[in-house]
């Protein structure tokens, strides 16, 4: 069965579950990037859940060829300029907060 690469953008305490998730229990899925502004944490996780793709701007993931599909699990007042960066380019996204953002834009 054919993977869909996930990169996840934002690994706080939620988005690491998702990370794990991702990584480990979702049998169509691979974990392929992650990034966040908290760089650091995202080469720890990164490492962790041995992803080699890691980046620090979400932008960046969402230029990586090698990503298919984004997930963005940042904090709350940063969903907008993430949900742009995502949409301004032809992957797949899923936003915990998509809906939401689709009406205040
Ligand atoms: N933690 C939960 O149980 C929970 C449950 C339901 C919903 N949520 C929602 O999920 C979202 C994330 O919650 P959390 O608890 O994981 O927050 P968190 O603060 O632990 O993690 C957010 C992460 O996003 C990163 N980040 C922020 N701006 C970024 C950007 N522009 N680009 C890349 N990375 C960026 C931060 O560095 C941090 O690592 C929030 O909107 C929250 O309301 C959380």
Excluded: W
């Excluded at 720890?44 to 960046?60: F, H, M, R, S």
């Excluded at 709350?76 to 301004?88: L, M, P, Q, W, Y």
Aim: glycine content about 6%; charged content about 25%.
């Amino acid at each position: 069965m054919k993977k869909l690469k996930i990169g996840i953008i934002g690994v706080g305490r939620l988005g690491y579950e998702h990370a794990c998730n991702i990584a480990n229990r979702v049998p169509g899925s691979e974990l392929v990037a992650i990034a966040d502004t908290n760089f650091d944490r995202a080469k720890q996780i990164a490492e962790e859940l041995g992803v080699t793709a890691v980046y620090n701007d979400p932008k960046a993931l969402c230029a990586d060829p090698n990503v298919e599909a984004v997930a963005i699990i940042t904090n709350t007042a940063s969903h907008v300029e993430t949900e742009i960066v995502g949409t301004r380019s032809t992957l797949r996204i899923a936003s915990v907060f998509r809906l939401i953002l689709r009406s205040r834009l």
